[in-house]
Each structure stands twice: as C-alpha cells, then as structure tokens.
Nanobody, 125 residues
Framework: QVQLVESGGGLVQAGDSLRLSCAAS????????MGWFRQAPGEEREFVAA????????YYAESVKGRFTISRDNAKNTMFLQMNSLAPEDTAVYSC??????????????????WGQGTQVTVSS
C-alpha cells in the first residue's frame, strides 16, 4: 500500500513563495515518475508539474513555468514543489500523485494512481 502525504500549504500574499512536500510511504518510490496537480473550487483538476524517476526530467504547465520548480529526494522518499511569485490564480488544493501508466501524457491525471489528500494553497491579492 502506498500513501502520499502533502504538506507546506498555507495562506500567503501575492508575490510570496511556498514549498510543498509530498512524503511517500512504501517501497520503490524511486521507480516511479511523480506529479503535482491542483484543483480550484468549481474547476477541474489540472496538471501543474511532473518529474521522472531520477529527477532528471521535469515538465511544467505553461501557467507555472518559470515560477515553480519540481524536485525529488529519492533517499527520503519525498517530492517537492517550490512555488515562487505566487498569484491569486494559484489558489487551489495541491495534490501529489504517482504515475503508473504510460499510455498517455504526463499531464493526463488518468496516468496516475495513488493520490495524496491535498494541501490548500491560498494566495491573497
């Protein structure tokens, strides 16, 4: 059984930074690509960023490119999302997920199986 637990969310002002963490339990964390998604009230869950098993390849949504950085520490079974220059439109629940399917694309949420419960990020203007 795999458990993913996010932390690091909070209430910040526009222009501030936050660093989210995703701690994974279970073995073989380093075998899997991982992703961050977010969901704002009344909106569909959307892709934010993804990282391959080694951390050597990263992918970003256009809306966060240049502001967010995804990384991972396989020795600590943890993935991170550094978020800089936050804006009110970044307000959402952020969830991490493990990618197990490779039939689609990294930004397709159906490529992922295990999900964390999410952490709220609220950015005030």
């Amino acid at each position: 059984q795999v458990q993913l637990v996010e932390s690091g969310g909070g209430l910040v002002q526009a222009g501030d930074s936050l660093r989210l963490s995703c701690a994974a339990s279970g073995r073989a964390f380093s075998n899997y690509a991982m992703g961050w998604f977010r969901q704002a009230p009344g909106e569909e869950r959307e892709f934010v960023a993804a990282i391959n098993w080694s951390g050597g390849d990263t992918y970003y949504a256009e809306s966060v490119k240049g502001r967010f950085t995804i990384s991972r520490d396989n020795a600590k079974n943890t993935m991170f999302l550094q978020m800089n220059s936050l804006a009110p439109e970044d307000t959402a629940v952020y969830s991490c997920a493990r990618r197990v399917h490779y039939t689609g694309t990294y930004y397709d949420r159906f490529e992922y199986d295990y999900w964390g419960q999410g952490t709220q990020v609220t950015v005030s203007s």
